[in-house]
């Protein structure tokens, strides 16, 4: 069965929360709605706070990553929070050297390029490398707790980090990344492998500190064809999610232009898949596996739009999901810097609205 026992998490209203009820595949009394990149530059009070402070000193202050995580929560009635992090904070940890540089995006320094590179990075203890995320969880579960309001933690799967690890920066085609995995497999394989351990050891860490959910972020693995992610990505991919599924929170796997490769992502078995915008939700929703949830599927952009068209689209989503238990509304991909806040509030009462039952 793709949906795997889930634990009772010590408080009743966030268990019997509308996030954790889709996450299990529950009817619950409305859709419940969370953006990816909920937190972030398109909300005044984060530019605010992050004015004069790097990205990793937010994420590694823990007073600070609970501040933004719940910036979002206090201003919308959003349904779920996600922890102020990024998918990339393991990799300074593994002795590449990370800096999110303003307007360019993430750079590394010393980008792994041979074999060898792979056998020196490290795969140290999250617990002693990133004290800091398990203690921003801590701070904000009884802020949450009294809201009702789960946190979901969160990694950037094997594919998505090795590409960071090998480009340097983001990409447009991955080209470094794949010629490394034709030319270098065995090599590739114990890049994955280390790349599993540290994130199953970080995804522990964090649901032991309060975490509700997790999501796994491939967010650039639709660049592998179907043979690709087959041979080089799945079966990592595949371990990583059993060890998940074993802490006894609901997981949700997250790709973009992964339309050809739904079945295959399904087929790990996690509660929710994430879908981008491409294909109708229910048509996404028909390539998963009997019994699993879905996540998505708004093109961020529509947040750009007139509202008579983000209403008609919203309506179209809802309508393909047709009140099936097992929907959690959410962009197809992060919401995007130059996004009014006024529209994504308006956006979740109307998802609220439209769907209570
Ligand atoms: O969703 C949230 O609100 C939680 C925070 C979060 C961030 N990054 C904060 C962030 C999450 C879940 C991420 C995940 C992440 N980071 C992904 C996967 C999701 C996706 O978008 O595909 C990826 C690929 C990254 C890597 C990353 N981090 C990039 C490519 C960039 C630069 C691009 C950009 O938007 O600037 C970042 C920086 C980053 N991570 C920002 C935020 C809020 C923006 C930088 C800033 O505020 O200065």
Same mark, same amino acid.
């Given at each position: ?59 590694? %202050? ?49 980008? #792994? ?63 470094? %990344? ?28 964090? #649901? ?5 959910? #997790? ?98 689209? %919203? ?23 130059? %996004?009014?806040?006024?529209? #994504? ?13």
């Amino acid at each position: 069965s793709p949906r795997p026992a889930t634990e009772r998490p010590s408080n009743p209203a966030v268990h019997d929360s509308a996030f954790l009820k889709a996450l299990r595949g529950e009817p619950a009394s409305h859709t419940p709605v969370w953006f990816m990149r909920q937190a972030g530059r398109y909300m005044p009070e984060y530019r605010a706070l992050r004015a004069g402070r790097s990205m990793l000193d937010c994420i590694r %202050t823990p007073e600070l990553a609970a501040e933004i995580t719940l910036q979002p929560i206090k201003a919308m009635p959003l349904d779920a929070a996600i922890l102020f992090n990024d998918i990339l904070t393991p990799l300074p940890t593994m002795g590449l050297d990370l800096d999110f540089v303003g307007g360019v995006g993430p750079q590394i320094a010393n980008p #792994v390029s041979t074999t060898a590179d792979v056998d020196r990075l490290g795969v140290p203890s999250t617990a002693e490398t990133m004290p800091y995320t398990a203690e921003s969880i801590r701070l904000l579960v009884p802020e949450l707790n009294a809201r009702g309001i789960p946190l979901i933690g969160f990694v950037g799967a094997p594919f998505t980090l090795a590409s960071y690890a090998i480009e340097g920066k983001g990409s447009r085609n991955y080209e470094r %990344t794949k010629r490394f995995m034709y030319a270098e497999p065995a090599a590739w394989e114990r890049l994955m492998g280390k790349f599993e351990a540290i994130l199953a050891d970080y995804l522990t860490e964090q #649901v032991k500190a309060g975490a509700s959910a #997790v999501q796994i972020f491939d967010s650039w693995v639709g660049a592998l064809s179907i043979y690709d992610y087959r041979t080089f990505v799945k079966p990592a991919t595949s371990r990583l999610i059993e060890r998940v599924k074993k802490l006894g929170v609901p997981v949700i796997y997250f790709g973009t232009g992964t339309t050809h490769l739904l079945p295959d992502m399904a087929s790990l078995g996690t509660n929710i898949v994430g879908a981008d915008w491409r294909l109708p939700l229910n048509q996404a929703w028909d390539l998963l596996e009997p019994g699993q949830g879905i996540q998505g599927n708004l093109d961020p952009l529509l947040l750009q739009a007139p509202w008579r068209e983000l209403r008609h689209q %919203t309506d179209r989503i809802l309508g393909e999901a047709a009140g099936r238990p097992g929907h959690v509304f959410n962009v197809g991909h992060g919401i995007l810097p130059e %996004t009014s806040q006024a529209m #994504v509030h308006r956006l979740t009462d109307y998802v609220h609205e439209q769907s209570q039952r």
